[in-house]
Structure formats: structure tokens, C-alpha cells
């Protein structure tokens, strides 16, 4: 079993940055996938970004240039900056995973993403004032 757990998420005004962190602790092994996703009250779940175990990222056209994935394999944690907030970028934020896999997953920017990997943490809010 794997468990995810959020953190960082908090209050800033709309040009500030935040720096959201997922601690990855279980059966963490093998090739993976791992991802942030936000959800806006009232709006679809979304992928925000990803990074896979070949270390390729890809992000989301509405936050490219401005937030940055990365994970640390050390402490098996997972990481978004978020520079330049919007008040758009209001959101509670999810990392989600999947680990043990056999080959290098494509961890692809869509809609079925979400549902697609195994773990999930339970959010961070994230708030961004105009």
C-alpha cells in the first residue's frame, strides 16, 4: 500500500508563490507516475502536472511557464511551485500515483488520469486573493 499526503497549500494574493510538497511513504518502488491535480468548486477535477520515472514532466496549458514539478527520490517526496498565482488558480490540490509499475509509464495530461492511478491524497486548499 502506498499513502500520499499534501501540504503547503495556504492563502497568498494573486502574483505570490506557494510550494505544495506530497510525501510518498509505502510500496513507493519500481517505475512511476506521479501527478498534481486541482479541483475549483464547481468545476471538473483537472491534471496539473505530471512527472514519471523516466523523469519527463508535463503540465497543463493553463499553468505552463509558471508552475514547476519535480520529486525529490531521496525523501520520496513530490513537489508543485506555483510562481505567479491567479486568482483562477484557487483550487484544493490533489497528488495522485501510481508505483510498481513494470516500464515507464506515459503520465499524460487528461481527463481520465485521475481515475487512472491507484493513490491518492486527501488535498491541500489553495487560495489565491485578486
Known amino acids: 500500500q502506498v499513502q500520499l499526503v499534501e501540504s503547503g497549500g495556504g492563502s497568498v494574493q494573486a502574483g505570490g508563490s506557494l510550494r505544495l510538497s506530497c510525501a510518498a511513504s509505502?510500496?513507493?518502488?519500481?517505475?512511476?507516475?506521479m501527478g498534481w491535480f486541482r479541483q475549483a468548486p464547481g468545476k471538473e477535477r483537472e491534471a496539473v502536472a505530471t512527472?514519471?520515472?523516466?523523469?519527463?514532466?508535463r503540465y497543463a496549458d493553463s499553468v505552463k511557464g509558471r508552475f514547476t514539478i519535480s520529486k525529490d527520490n531521496a525523501e520520496n517526496t513530490l513537489y508543485l511551485q506555483m510562481n505567479s498565482l491567479e486568482p483562477e488558480d484557487t483550487a484544493m490540490y490533489y497528488c495522485?500515483?501510481?508505483?510498481?509499475?513494470?516500464?515507464?509509464?506515459?503520465?499524460?495530461?487528461?481527463?481520465?488520469?485521475?481515475?487512472?492511478?491507484?493513490?491518492r491524497g486527501k488535498g491541500t486548499l489553495v487560495t489565491i486573493s485578486s
Open positions: 495522485a500515483a501510481d508505483f510498481s509499475l513494470r516500464v515507464t509509464p506515459q503520465c499524460l495530461i487528461n481527463r481520465d488520469l485521475w481515475y487512472a492511478l491507484t493513490y
Open positions: 509505502g510500496d513507493t518502488y519500481g517505475h512511476y507516475c
Open positions: 512527472v514519471d520515472s523516466g523523469d519527463t514532466t
